[in-house]
């Protein structure tokens, strides 16, 4: 019955369990999937990421302007469009959106 | 490719699945596939990790004839094709008829092909927001 | 002269993660029977899933479930490879194997936290959720996510784990090791605990093989079930024993669960020490063609994947059976003459997936 005694003591003096958010923010790890970034001046405008995407998030057009768009709400971080890419521009960010 | 499969037909369903009872095999579940002109329903046995399998002929319209009354664990796959695939299903134990999973306002018989319903593929979305 | 009265249980009730809805009848406070009512999660993902190609359905079939995800892709996968006629190279497979038992680990750990939750010890629901903690940390180092991994795919892996990575599994499965042994001799040998829980749900060997009991729910009633025997993916070279109980209540589904955990260890030490060097993926040009049924053991049981694919790149159907499908009959026969204060802690104790169930 007192078998998790010893456990309550050893909570009562160490320090805290959880991190002190957000005056303490963990890193991310590396490679992490936080949110998609693309590099504007190396991109052709193929369309092949568009193509791959499962959510249907990127939105290509060539005509009449050349504009690559990304719906970040339905976007799900899967990273099939990074491997797609031919000219690999597009990379993943390790940190997650954050409120603006 | 399956391997095992022994077509039967309507009549002999039941007693087919009868037979396997006694030799200890074990109900895995059913499967409903639309093959346009009729239903392809697959019924899957196991006995030690093997998978034995019937494959049954459905003409659309015709009712299809309940295992349950031999099989209790039939009748949560039964329900489920009543209502994705509008199939009659007769002599349940447990008849939910055709509310098991869908709700009286979702689309009718959504995996039939035809006459069924077709998800219109969701274009790309006109205002998408900026990328962060 | 007895009246049944008829009272649900769910669809929001707070032991119950997700929603499922079980008219009980009553009779005075014993359970007489139980009438489920399901269909609060459906999202027709099989109807979805012929909607897109099928390299892009990887990703759609990993977030069936959010707890044992992994190893929908994996079976999805084996599907593919099946059809198409692939073998993925060694290091995939025991790359699989590896991200496959570090998700059984999280499941289980996850499933005795609302066991414990269920009853009532929420001090020991915090604690094993923390020791998950540190798996889903490794899962994030490794892969870049904590829960859709989105590593498997047909024909390989897309992900490497190169050998510090590797040091960092083995140091964090010593952390969880060190704290698993101090909390599940409380979970198993505590007095208030097997009160609640010895001679609860009791289900028999019989009903549960005739009701289609399978996972942990068929191992505690005394079957010997386990698909990993079978030797798919690298199981084969590494040799996995099915632990079986035979009492068949609540508390031997916990005990087997707890078992699987070090199992689990285990099999993930024995892996990276056995692994070999080589390429991940192996590259095709096909397209899936045929039909196949592929199995595969989730932390809650087997689960059957029939694929059909006719030649194009979107397939003409795709089923799933999970297992909480199938456990659902046999909790209807243990339901039958227990008390109402022990509904929950049943319910809870075949461990339900309803998402999985409903898709």
């Known amino acids: ?100 | 490719m399956i391997n095992n499969v022994e077509n039967i037909t309507v009549d002999c369903l039941l007693d087919k699945v009868a037979s396997k009872l006694p030799l200890g095999f074990r109900f895995v579940t059913m499967t409903c596939v639309d093959c346009g002109e009729h239903f392809d329903i697959l019924y899957h046995f196991d006995k030690n990790y093997e998978l034995t399998n019937f494959r049954l002929s459905l003409k659309k319209g015709e009712p299809l004839p309940s295992i349950s009354g031999l099989i209790f664990a039939a009748l949560v796959v039964e329900n489920e094709i009543q209502d994705l695939f509008g199939i009659k299903v007769n002599g349940l134990a447990l008849d939910y008829e055709g509310r098991f999973l869908l709700t009286e306002t979702a689309p009718e018989k959504p995996l039939c092909r035809v006459p069924g319903v077709m998800i219109v593929e969701a274009g790309k979305p006109a205002a998408a927001a900026e990328v962060k | 002269m007895a009246k049944n009265t008829i009272i649900p249980f769910g669809p929001q009730h707070p032991v119950l993660p997700e929603p499922i809805q079980l008219r009980l009848v009553l009779d005075e406070e014993r359970v007489v029977s139980a009438i489920p009512v399901v269909g609060y999660v459906h999202r027709g993902l099989e109807k979805l899933a012929e909607q897109k190609d099928f390299l892009q359905d990887t990703f759609l079939i990993e977030r069936i479930c959010g707890i044992c995800s992994f190893i929908h892709s994996l079976t999805y996968s084996m599907g593919i490879e099946s059809m198409m006629g692939l073998t993925p190279p060694p290091r995939a497979q025991y790359l699989r194997v590896i991200w496959s038992e570090l998700h059984r680990m999280h499941s289980h750990l996850l499933a005795v936290g609302l066991l414990a939750d269920a009853f009532g010890f929420e001090n020991l629901f915090m604690q094993l959720w923390r020791t998950r903690e540190h798996i889903m940390d490794a899962m994030e180092a490794t892969t870049g996510a904590r829960v859709m991994l989105g590593t498997c795919c047909p024909g390989g892996v897309r992900k490497d784990i190169d050998p510090e990575l590797l040091k960092f599994i083995l140091t964090t499965l010593v952390t969880v090791e060190k704290e698993m042994d101090e909390q599940m001799p409380v979970l198993l040998n505590d007095y208030s605990v097997k009160q609640r829980l010895c001679g609860v749900g009791i289900l028999d060997k019989q009903t549960a093989y005739e009701r289609g009991a399978v996972g942990p729910t068929a191992r505690a009633s005394g079957i010997s079930m386990d698909l990993r025997t079978h030797g798919y993916a690298a199981y084969g070279e590494l040799g996995v024993e099915p632990m079986v109980e035979t009492d068949g209540d609540c508390y031997a589904r916990t005990k087997v669960r707890v078992r699987e955990l070090y199992q689990s260890m285990n099999i993930v030490r024995k892996a990276i020490g056995q692994i070999p060097a080589g390429p991940i993926n192996v590259p095709f040009k096909t397209k899936p063609d045929g039909e196949v049924v592929m199995r595969a053991e989730q932390p809650r049981g087997e689960v059957l994947y029939y694929l059909k694919g006719n030649g194009t790149d979107m397939l003409e159907r795709l089923r799933v059976r999970t297992p909480t499908f199938a456990n659902i009959p046999p909790v209807l026969a243990m339901l039958a003459g227990c008390e109402l204060a022990d509904v929950g802690v049943i319910v809870i104790s075949i461990d339900p997936c309803i998402s999985c169930t409903e898709r």
């Open chain 1, 1 to 100: 019955m007192f078998s998790l005694i010893g456990n309550v003591f050893k909570n009562l003096r160490s320090k805290y369990a959880t991190r002190l958010y957000p005056y303490e923010v963990r890193e991310s790890f590396t490679g992490s999937r936080g949110k998609l970034e693309i590099d504007a001046d190396v991109c052709i405008y193929c369309g092949i990421c568009s193509k791959r995407c499962p959510a249907n998030a990127i939105t290509v057009t060539r005509k009449p302007d050349k504009t690559w768009t990304l719906d970040s709400y339905r976007c799900i971080v899967c990273s099939y469009c990074v491997d797609a890419c031919p000219k690999k521009c597009l990379h993943m960010n390790a940190k997650h959106r954050s409120q603006e």
